[in-house]
């Protein structure tokens, strides 16, 4: 199936059914605890499965003092 994931660019990606966000994650070798991410526009957990079509939204989380 096919999913759209927007990180530095937009892509779009062939993935197996049942795949979680954090199996793609890790697939992109995307640090899951240094981004958010949403999912058709709303925040996620990382153990949402995907789904034909879905749009993910890779958002880098800033931290510093």
């Known amino acids: ?11 779009e990606l062939e ?3 049942g795949t979680t ?3 793609l ?7 899951r605890e240094t981004v958010a991410v949403s999912l058709n526009g709303a925040l996620c ?3 949402e499965p995907l789904r034909p079509g879905d749009r993910l939204r890779v958002i880098k989380v800033v931290t510093g003092g």
């Open 1 to 11: 199936m096919k999913v759209a994931i927007e990180t530095d660019k937009e892509q």
């Open 15 to 17: 993935v197996e059914d």
């Open 21 to 23: 966000i954090e199996a």
């Open 25 to 31: 994650l890790a697939r992109l070798g995307i640090n």
């Open 45 to 47: 957990t990382e153990e």
